[in-house]
């Protein structure tokens, strides 16, 4: 079994589900509306699969955010914890 970084791009199950709520959108309305499975769903949040860039896409503009809300490793822009403290890597 290989193990490290998940094929795919990691998406930030926070945001997600933050974004999700204030949209007023249960899992299935969510999962419909990008075109995906609540099985799949639950493996990009809660096992860290990751998700092709279509996927993102998808779950971006039902949740009417660009990509990089969701999936900060589209952002360019990456911050570092040590401490509590966010700083900039």
């Known amino acids: ?3 490290g970084r998940p094929r795919g791009i990691n998406v930030n199950p926070e945001a997600v589900e933050a974004l999700r709520v204030v949209r007023s959108m249960s899992k299935a309305e969510l999962c419909e509306a990008a075109g995906i499975t609540q099985g799949h769903f639950i493996d990009m949040l809660r096992r860290g699969k990751g998700a092709s860039p279509s996927t993102i896409r998808a779950l971006a503009v039902a ?3 660009t990509p990089g809300a969701i999936a ?3 952002t360019g822009l990456f911050v570092a914890v040590r401490d509590g403290d ?3 890597a």
Do not use: D, G, N
């Open 63 to 65: 949740l009417q955010v």
């Open 86 to 88: 966010e700083v900039a």
């Open 1 to 3: 079994m290989k193990r």
């Open 72 to 74: 900060p490793e589209l």
